[in-house]
């Protein structure tokens, strides 16, 4: 089964670029490795605002990630990174193409 964790965060302080930097070279790769995740997304959805979805192996793995997040979002603390909502379960349909393979950076 996969599992996807879809949040919503809201930053107060700082520059979108730089936080995107930060989680880019400091984060995205050490989550993945740690924690099963198929793939990793972060948007910026304008207004300070960022969305994340992640898509795990397992719901398991999908649990084991709340505790990282918490992590990650107090390592990002100089950019008052908030989580305004959260949304997870299992994937029903899916399709992807080869472009999904190439990793973006920030």
């Keep these: 089964?996969?599992?996807?964790?879809?949040?919503?965060?809201?930053?107060?302080?700082?520059?979108?670029?730089?936080?995107?930097?930060?989680?880019?070279?400091?984060?995205?790769?050490?989550l993945r490795e740690q924690l099963s995740i198929i793939q990793y997304l972060a948007i910026d959805t304008g207004g300070g605002t960022i969305m994340t979805i992640t898509v795990f192996e397992?719901?398991?793995?999908?649990?084991?990630?709340e505790a990282a997040a918490a992590?990650?979002?107090?390592?990002?603390?100089?950019?008052?990174?908030?989580?305004i909502a959260v949304f997870r379960g299992e994937v029903m349909v899916s399709r992807t193409t080869e472009e999904v393979l190439d990793p973006v950076h920030h």
């Excluded at 730089?18 to 050490?30: E, G």
């Excluded at 992590?71 to 989580?83: K, P």
Aim: a negative charge; hydrophobic letters at 35%; charged letters at 35%.
């Design 1 to 30: 089964m996969i599992y996807t964790m879809i949040r919503r965060y809201r930053m107060a302080v700082g520059s979108i670029d730089d936080l995107m930097h930060k989680v880019d070279t400091q984060f995205a790769d050490r």
């Design 58 to 65: 397992d719901e398991e793995a999908g649990h084991r990630s």
């Design 71 to 83: 992590r990650v979002r107090e390592s990002l603390g100089e950019f008052q990174v908030e989580e």
